[in-house]
């Protein structure tokens, strides 16, 4: 990977930068209130790994400074640690009175391990910044809680849980943080419904153990070593990383297993989940405040440590981090300038360079840059980019099929969105197609010299009618080559289709060629659903029997209706050329590929039994078969 310092404009729609004229950007900026001191000594714990001495204390006047510094700006802070309550009451009400009195702070959240937290403190809250929002730590259940410990070693989790009840008790709402370990995994459900089963929580947000690269413990300071550390050192003692790591392929599972409950148990109208709900918006042309999925990356979020310390995301590594000090001069532009100048963060810019062709971008927004940026060094990249690809693909099958999660697994379906991909009415197209005697007028139908069928015969994309197999001028509307498949989905399964491509050149023209391809728009969630399982048997059938230059690819993507402005989901089945052959060889080959495909579909069904040739994790596995049952 070449790593640079430049700027780079084509990836300003993933990274956007802080620009001081922009003042309506917000920005983030997380308190580490003592630094890395805590109260308890999670084995995982990233901060303590920085072996940032910790002791000190932001105080009130480092918070009027740093509104100084981003003035005109919305401002959102976040008090972080260690553990923000070790600052002691007094310290942290001053803290809090400062940040009320600052127009531009337009949030303030609070994240604690809950183990400090009791009346006294809520009281507090309640009195100085009500709207305060809080996040507690906690992975899930006592058995998922395995590396939340205190320094004696021993389990803090029924602590946490008693500062859970005692925050519903008082009526108040939190998100929870949990970090996904090997102890969590296949247990996605369990996990999630044990988290919702508290009343305070109404946000849950699960967040990978990414350390396989951890090599050596956390430094201790003193002659004892504390029980905790010594278990740590015997976790990452491991061949494969610590005993707390996952892998991306991991996370992916277990987000899809958690979304997929989150969904059928009904969760989702008491508690947002996230990653989900990132995903979803996404995958639904809506922006979302998760940087994660959002162009708000490094350049938005800085870390503010006791002696003064200003660096951007505590998730990237310390001291490259580091932009400058907090001082009485310090001014945005002199910010923006180290941020310019910050080889960490042009390299983590540099990293998404690959983001700007890939397909998946406009949903996935690039993730998190500190993860590239480990994933880069270990030389594995594009484990982190499959995770999140396998992650939209499962949760766009959700979406469109929710009451049959097996869809989540299906790894031949691949979320493939097209632009533009619109039809005048939906509605109407639908109830035409099921009403083979309603009158059905002429239409224009027009072939170009490259064999574009519209309605004014010129290649490229052109207005065509919708047509139904009823229609007079139906099979003259469709293009020769995809009419094998047009055929078998119509005439063997009964479905509608709202588009055809027969595929198309263009030599001599500066047009991009056109792969082969037939869109399905199934007509209920349960369609959908059999269909896709349908295709994916088929395709699986052919793969080793099509011609070398030619692959099927199943695509899951959105129809808008021009009228309503709603989208339904639909699915594409396309021939596309195979890496390393071109749109030649392709076009020689392609027909052949299509009587293969049209075979295999009509040796198909859309069953509602039937399920796709993906396997499927086993707890998973099992709780589909209970469903069946």
Not at 133 to 141: A, F, K, M, Y
Not at 182 to 203: M, Q
Not at 517 to 545: H, N
Request: net charge negative; aromatic share 6%.
């Amino acid at each position: 990977m070449r790593h640079t310092t430049e700027q780079h404009d084509p990836i300003a729609q993933l990274y956007r930068g802080l620009d001081t004229e922009d003042t309506a950007s917000a920005v983030s900026v997380i308190l580490k209130l003592r630094g890395d001191t805590c109260d308890i000594d999670c084995l995982y714990c990233y901060e303590k790994r920085k072996e940032a001495p910790g002791g000190a204390r932001i105080d009130a006047d480092q918070v009027h400074r740093l509104a100084m510094l981003f003035r005109g700006r919305p401002l959102a802070v976040e008090l972080h640690g260690g553990e923000p309550l070790t600052a002691g009451r007094d310290h942290i009400a001053n803290v809090l009175r400062e940040l009320a009195a600052q127009p531009n702070v337009v949030r303030v959240s609070l994240q604690t391990n809950g183990v400090l937290l009791d009346e006294k403190w809520l009281d507090l809250f309640d009195s100085l910044y009500p709207r305060l929002q809080i996040g507690i730590s906690l992975d899930g259940d006592a058995r998922g809680n395995a590396w939340r410990v205190g320094y004696d070693g021993k389990p803090v989790y029924p602590r946490v849980t008693d500062a859970l009840r005692l925050l519903g008790s008082r009526g108040r709402k939190v998100g929870v943080i949990a970090a996904v370990t090997p102890a969590v995994l296949g247990r996605a459900e369990a996990v999630l419904d044990h988290l919702v089963g508290f009343e305070a929580v109404n946000a849950v947000s699960f967040v990978p153990c990414f350390d396989t690269t951890v090599r050596r413990p956390t430094a201790v300071t003193g002659r004892r070593v504390p029980a905790s550390r010594l278990l740590q050192q015997a976790a990452v003692a491991n061949a494969d990383g610590p005993g707390w790591a996952i892998r991306p392929h991991d996370y992916a599972e277990f987000v899809l297993a958690v979304t997929a409950h989150w969904i059928s148990a009904g969760h989702f109208g008491r508690v947002k989940l996230e990653p989900a709900v990132s995903t979803i918006r996404r995958l639904r042309g809506l922006g979302t405040g998760f940087c994660h999925f959002s162009d708000m990356k490094c350049d938005h979020v800085f870390t503010l440590y006791p002696d003064g310390r200003l660096g951007s995301c505590d998730e990237l590594p310390w001291p490259q981090a580091r932009l400058t000090l907090l001082d009485e001069n310090s001014v945005e532009s002199d910010v923006v300038k180290a941020q310019q100048g910050s080889n960490l963060l042009n390299q983590g810019k540099a990293l998404m360079e690959k983001c700007v062709t890939c397909d998946y971008r406009s949903t996935c927004g690039g993730g998190c840059v500190a993860t590239r940026w480990r994933y880069d060094l270990s030389g594995d990249q594009d484990a982190y980019c499959d995770y999140r690809m396998r992650m939209i693909d499962g949760i766009a099958a959700l979406l469109a099929q929710p009451a049959h999660p097996a869809g989540a697994w299906c790894r031949t379906a691949r979320w493939r969105p097209r632009t533009p991909n619109s039809m005048c009415d939906v509605s109407a197209f639908l109830t035409s197609w099921n009403q083979a005697d309603s009158f059905r007028p002429p239409v224009r139908v027009h072939t170009s010299a490259h064999g574009n069928i519209n309605t004014v015969g010129l290649p490229g994309i052109h207005e065509a009618d919708d047509l139904d197999p009823a229609h007079p001028q139906w099979h003259e509307a469709i293009e020769p080559g995809v009419r094998p498949l047009v055929d078998a989905i119509t005439r063997d399964w009964q479905l509608v289709t709202y588009d055809s491509c027969q595929g198309h050149s263009y030599t001599g023209l500066e047009l991009r060629p056109a792969e082969r391809r037939v869109g399905v728009l199934p007509r209920t969630p349960a369609e959908y659903a059999a269909t896709a399982a349908a295709l994916c048997r088929a395709v699986t059938v052919v793969a080793a029997v099509l011609p070398p230059s030619v692959r099927v690819v199943i695509g899951r993507a959105e129809l808008e209706c021009e009228t309503t402005g709603r989208t339904t989901p639909v699915l594409d089945l396309a021939l596309l050329p195979t890496p390393g052959h071109g749109w030649s060889a392709y076009f020689d080959t392609v027909d052949a590929a299509t009587a293969v495909v049209a075979e295999a579909l009509r040796g198909e069904r859309p069953t509602a039994q039937g399920g796709c040739s993906c396997p499927v994790p086993q707890a998973d596995a099992d709780a589909v078969e209970e469903v069946l049952a």
